[in-house]
């Protein structure tokens, strides 16, 4: 356990290092499993392992780099505020609200001019993991809110919720929130406190409203009561929550991950659809040509 701990304190220092390359004595499950516990990408226990690994990952890199130089600005510049307000929570600095408002203002621009069809597969082919989800959210929740006619004004309330909705996952262990295979329930268990992190770290900070404090807090509960964190049921869910919630679990389902590939977006649809009662009725029929890109 000293070793782990040892481990642990290195790869702390590593947090911008997207590739972890962890070398074991033999294949033996349970140091593969500890390894990839720790936050490893890949496991190798041989030299010729090790050497095609490695020039895997380069070949990698230089395809993403290719790749990167040809994303849009809007894409560039909003992951970058993405990232920093990731990495002032996680060092637990304030959050820069200016990062928010510039995303979402990046975002809303990008859709208008392009629309929310190309915003996704420009996202999913440049970008993965937690940044291609909050992308994806909000993305989503301003495309649904532009498709429906809200003023300018209630679209960027939105948007700044969708922004900010997950940012309490920055403060989540970096072995449980990129780990290559679905969360065991434990893990699970530390994944669903995200909400109530993100509602703590931005409740004090000026600027933030209420609204916004609600959708991190409460876009993952139901109208049955059986979200959490805190069970609400339909009476005490606001509009915003609702649409909130279903742009978080339509992205969820059609962004790639690594333990399965993008749900296509007709087949999220009906995902959506079957959750009545879940979510509301009219605001998934409404949502249905966003959805669809029709």
Known sequence: MARVEQIKGVLSELRCITEKLFVVQSHLQQMV???????????????????????????????AKADLDGQTPEISNSAAAFASMFSAARRGKSIDLSDAENATSLIVSAIE?????????????YHEGTFQHCLLVTGVAIGFALD???????????????????IGKARIPLSILDKPAQLAPDEDEIMRQHPVIGFE????????????????RH???????????DSLTA????????????????AALIETRPYRPAMPRPNAYQILCSMDGKLERALVTAFRRSALGA
């Open 33 to 63: 499993s500890q390894a990839y516990a720790l936050g490893a990408t890949a496991v190798v226990c041989s030299s010729r392992e090790i050497v095609s690994k490695l020039t895997q990952i380069e070949a990698a890199t230089k395809a």
């Open 113 to 125: 001019q392009n629309g929310l069809t190309a915003w996704l597969d420009d996202v999913r082919r």
């Open 148 to 166: 429906v006619g809200f003023t300018g004004a209630d679209v960027k309330r939105l948007g700044m919720a969708a922004t900010l909705h997950d």
């Open 201 to 216: 770290l931005l409740q004090d900070l000026p600027g933030v409203t209420p609204e916004i404090l609600d959708g991190v």
């Open 219 to 229: 876009h993952h509960e139901f109208l049955d009561g059986s979200g959490y964190p």
């Open 235 to 250: 009476s005490q869910i606001s509009d915003l929550v609702r649409l909130l919630t279903i742009s978080d679990i339509f």
